[in-house]
């Protein structure tokens, strides 16, 4: 039988996309109250997106991502997308815009290997998780650096977003540093045989 092992914690992040400074402050405040303080930033960058918003959202959208100090259980992601999604709801009823969608949050964390975004839509490289909710590796940690795949969003292909995601895996580094609680291989009493299943 596979050995469950220790599940490390993860740093979580939100992208905020809006073409609205008004609507970009009242996202960051609602994530603050709610996931604690922001510990690191993106620049603004242009969001393009192939024009796939500008519908509902307008044009001259700007994206930028906060990564959030506390860390947290990466089993929470699918219930992550459902409270940004509510939230997107909430600030269209209180900021007046002339569009139907103001705000877009994507939530996601950054592991030691990997970044991780959750998403509504599916498509053949992600995983389903429950309350139609899938999971993408958007980003790999592969010697000593961020490399992307055939998948990943062309602004999270960018230097500004690999620096990010790398001054959270310092962050969530020192951290497992500290507590002395890395993810390790099992004790050779608890290692399975190589007949065992994985």
């Given at each position: 039988m596979a050995v469950i092992q220790?599940?490390?914690?993860?740093?979580?992040?939100?992208a905020v996309i809006t073409?609205?400074?008004?609507?970009?402050?009242?996202?960051?405040?609602?994530?603050?109250?709610?996931?604690?303080?922001?510990?690191?930033?993106?620049p603004q960058m242009p969001f393009e997106a192939g024009g796939y918003y500008t519908r509902e959202m307008g044009g001259g959208l700007e994206k930028t991502i906060v990564g959030f100090r506390d860390f947290a259980d990466?089993?929470?992601?699918?219930?992550?997308?459902?409270q940004t999604n509510l939230w997107e709801?909430?600030?269209?009823?209180?900021?007046?815009?002339?569009?139907?969608?103001?705000?877009?949050?994507?939530?996601?964390?950054?592991?030691?290997a990997k970044l991780v975004l959750a998403t509504t839509k599916d498509r053949d490289h992600r995983i389903y998780l429950?309350?139609?909710m899938f999971?993408?590796?958007?980003?790999?940690?592969?010697?000593?650096?961020?490399?992307?795949?055939?998948?990943?969003?062309?602004?999270?292909?960018?230097?500004?977003?690999k620096q990010f995601a790398q001054q959270c895996r310092e962050?969530?580094?020192?951290?497992?540093?500290?507590?002395?609680?890395?993810?390790?291989?099992?004790?050779?009493k608890q290692a399975p045989s190589s007949k065992q299943g994985n």
């Open positions: 220790y599940v490390e914690p993860v740093v979580r992040f939100c073409r609205h400074d008004a609507v970009r402050a009242w996202a960051v405040r609602r994530l603050n109250e709610t996931w604690g303080e922001t510990f690191v930033q993106t990466p089993a929470g992601l699918a219930d992550w997308k459902t709801l909430e600030c269209a009823q209180a900021i007046a815009t002339d569009e139907p969608r103001p705000l877009n949050l994507d939530p996601g964390y950054v592991t030691q429950r309350d139609g999971a993408e590796v958007t980003l790999t940690y592969v010697h000593r650096q961020w490399v992307d795949h055939r998948w990943t969003y062309p602004d999270y292909r960018t230097d500004d977003v962050h969530l580094r020192e951290h497992l540093k500290s507590i002395r609680k890395f993810r390790n291989r099992p004790s050779s």
